[in-house]
């Protein structure tokens, strides 16, 4: 019986709505067929979230799919007046991104400079290496340090910039 009175509703409901589409526009017959397929779907889910054979979050998500739809549509119509305030927002993020960076990079340059100068000696013992050390040897104890020291294995930059300095020196000094 229940069958029965919901296929007559179901007839009498698809009647009525090819009445209305047919004495529809015809150019607003699209938004009109839109419309009823989105009803449609919305009060499906519904249907099959009462009845438990479909999960609440997949009769959510259909409910809100045309909401979201009519908020791009409102979005769509503000951007004209969103657009400039976006531009001036990203414009200012970008400034104050270049003052830090440039302030970082005066602030690195200041520390470099306060750093003391490394003699030759200071670099051999840096690098635990000898007067006489070849090429090799100054490479292979940097490789070997700078394994344990760098700022990616745990090290800092500090000692990671003070056995680069040393390699380069001592380089530097076996290159005259």
Partial sequence: ??????????????????????????????????????????????????TGRLHWVGAAIAVVLPLLGQAWRT??????????????HTQARAEKQKSTDEKAHRDHASATDREPQLTVEEARKILSV?????????????????QKFHPDRGGNDYLASRINAAKALLLKQLDR
């Fill in 75 to 88: 979005f769509g119509r503000h951007l004209p007046w969103i657009a400039p305030l976006i531009a001036r």
């Fill in 1 to 50: 019986m229940g069958r029965m009175i919901l296929l007559i509703a179901v007839g009498i409901f698809a009647w009525l709505a090819i009445q209305k589409f047919k004495y529809t526009p015809p150019d607003k017959r699209r938004k009109l067929l839109v419309q009823w397929v989105l009803i449609a779907l919305a009060l499906a889910a519904v249907l099959l979230a009462i």
């Fill in 130 to 146: 000898s007067a006489h050390a070849s090429r090799e040897e100054i490479i292979g104890a940097h490789r070997k340090l700078i």
